[in-house]
């Protein structure tokens, strides 16, 4: 299952013992795990990061549900922050190399934000189950509703992560020696440990997976039967219904994703707990675990992708970084900082929404200016337009032949 090997080393007079928990896989195993840890650590600090940074950026406007991606994403962080520098070392070392009491820090540390990640997006599901399936109720959840699920989140997922410092279950060396989790041989001698390991999966897993299913299920076939009615009328529900489709189409794709990395663990582990004399193969651990760390990335990949308010905030910050780098390294040179800011200026004003418009803005444009033109290269004036609704007849003139009130009305 494991190899152990004690050493005794002198110090200052005095024996120490140390635990030495030596790889059972191949070195070769060991060193591909220790490098898929770092791309999946590396990905998830950048995109968990962001995604943090831009839902702090939209704090005040974000909705209830979107609670929820956030403390995914604090879940997924705090594994990766604690997992992996930890995990790394020691299978590239292909041995764990910290001893025992953070050995068990370490599995501490994996159940609680494993199962915090699981239970945040069951709770996500019958949200978003409630708020499809039932706008008259699910209208009603606020932003205090979704912070007390959070929090009950993390309660339920802190006593299976406690229990087994309370004798409740044990932790223990993963069965390929390089990382630390849940003794999962251990319930064939021990009755409590048998209650622990049970409870896990079906609270922990067969409950949460059925929510989800059932709740998604229900949600494609609301969406399925009022999609006919939604093309055929135009209603001031319209875009509420949109953003319903587009927070469900998210977060199942985030779902499949984590049941996918999540499922294979949860199936070796199965097999290690119930099987009588057979012992599972450490390779299938390893894979399975690499698997499951590798949850922490996708969630991030998905919101920042594909959520269009996410992607255009995230946008907008990055443009705002660059011109601040541009205008430090122009400081030098005034011109150079002027044709900066007058780029800047110049790409806001692209843009107008008028009261001679149909209601909607209307883009004209960018006009870009680049610092580090040469000389001969002449800046141009850009020619701000507004379009003029008479009727069904749409025109559009240029602003400096507008009389001086409709200017003044316009800027």
Known sequence: MWVVKHTLSWKMGNVSKTVLFVSTISRQHDVLMGSLYSVFCVLS????????????RKRSSLKPAEFFV?????????????????????ALAHRWLFGEV????YAVCGVLFGLCSLTN??????VCCLKVCCPNYGNKFSSNHACMMVIGVWCYASVFAIGPLAHWGSFGPEPYGTACCINWYTPSHDALAMSYIISLFVFCYVVPCTIIILSYTFILLTVRGSRLAVQQHVSPQTKVTNAHTLIVKLSVAVCIGFLMAWSPYAVVAMWAAFSANEQVPPTAFALAAILAKSSTIYNPMVYLLFKPNFRKILSQDTQTIRTRICLSHSKASPIKAQQLQSSQQCNKDATVSTPFSSGLVESYGACHVYAEAEPRFQQTSPQRTVRILDGIIQSEIPVRHLTNRMQNNLL
């Open 45 to 56: 600090l950048l995109g968990n990061g962001m995604l943090l940074f831009v839902a702090y």
């Open 102 to 105: 953070t050995c068990l820090c």
């Open 70 to 90: 956030v403390n995914l994403s604090v879940s997924d962080l705090g594994m990766t922050l604690s997992l992996f520098p930890l995990a790394i070392p020691s």
């Open 121 to 126: 997006l069951t709770a996500l599901s019958s």
